[in-house]
């Protein structure tokens, strides 16, 4: 509730200074330099520039953390090739080393080329 007296001088006020800053919401009255104004738009030009700024920042800084943790997975994904290439690796080394055994090699000679080992007096000596 609004007492009469804040009323009348509501009335008086806008009767003195006339309709112009009811009329026109939003808008500096006639009596406010136009220094004022320009400050105001420059203050507002000035925040919006470093509101800006910010999400620009803001982004930025996102973006170099989606980098870093997509590194990391790729790291982490080459690091599991490596270890079962070196697991291969070292499975393939015992495949060979097997391969070379003079048992292996004779039970190879014996089936696949259907040598046998030679008799008496079948062995030649080369000079």
């Known amino acids: 509730m609004v007492p009469p007296s804040l009323r009348q001088a509501a009335a008086v006020s806008i009767r003195e200074?006339?309709?112009?800053?009811?009329?026109?919401?939003?808008?500096?009255?006639?009596?406010?330099?136009?220094?004022?104004?320009?400050e105001i738009r420059a203050l507002m030009v000035w925040l919006g520039m470093l509101g800006?700024?910010?999400?620009?920042?803001?982004?930025?800084?996102?973006?170099?953390?989606?980098?870093?943790v997509e590194a990391g997975y790729r790291l982490s994904?080459?690091?599991?090739?490596?270890?079962?290439?070196?697991?291969?690796a070292r499975e393939l080394q015992v495949l060979a080393a097997a391969a070379d055994?003079?048992?292996?090699?004779?039970?190879l000679a014996r089936t696949r080329l259907g040598m046998r080992r030679p008799e008496r007096g079948e062995e030649v000596l080369l000079p």
């Open 17 to 38: 200074f006339g309709h112009a800053a009811a009329q026109r919401p939003g808008r500096h009255p006639a009596n406010v330099p136009s220094w004022v104004k320009a």
């Open 52 to 68: 800006g700024g910010g999400v620009i920042l803001g982004l930025g800084h996102v973006w170099a953390g989606n980098q870093v």
């Open 77 to 88: 994904a080459t690091r599991q090739l490596v270890e079962r290439l070196e697991q291969e």
């Open 101 to 107: 055994t003079p048992g292996h090699l004779e039970e």
